[in-house]
């Protein structure tokens, strides 16, 4: 191998070598600013529907909100009693239902409280909760 190819080969391996660091380190002060920015959008009120829609069936589901998936449960007539969660179940994902006093998961059995606390398992973790509000004829949510 001659001097010149012999520090072409050196070089290109430092340079491979060294990719992988500056990639993580762009990589996670980029996670670190897009974590940021989804704290504060958590932080605020999301518009979720209508009350109209609300009290149509006394249920809202919600898949794709700016925070995710939202199930509100209530009416505007006793807007104190709004529950909202995020409707997937805690053990495999599955939309749960809310069954007149709880949710519960039809895949496989799991039943949660009106406060998203596990009731029955294989669930063993809550659902996630939100803090509800209507305004202007909107049904609002807000991570706690």
């Not at 529950?83 to 895949?107: L, M, Y």
């Amino acid at each position: 191998m001659k001097r010149r190819e012999f520090f072409q080969w050196v070089g290109l391996s430092l340079l491979a070598s060294s990719l992988p660091i500056a990639f993580a380190a762009l990589t996670s002060e980029d996670d670190t600013l897009a974590s940021s920015v989804s704290n504060k959008a958590a932080k605020d009120w999301h518009k979720i529907g209508s009350v109209a829609q609300l009290d149509k069936t006394g249920q809202l589901l919600v898949e794709n909100s700016a925070i995710g998936g939202v199930l509100v449960v209530g009416t505007s007539k006793k807007p104190n009693n709004l529950i909202a969660v995020r409707p997937n179940c805690t053990h495999q994902g599955c939309t749960v239902e809310w069954k007149s006093d709880q949710f519960a998961c039809p895949c496989h059995g799991s039943r949660f409280g009106a406060n998203g606390k596990v009731k029955n398992g294989p669930a063993e973790k809550p659902l996630r909760t939100y803090l509800t509000k209507i305004e202007a004829g909107s049904v609002f949510v807000r991570s706690v």
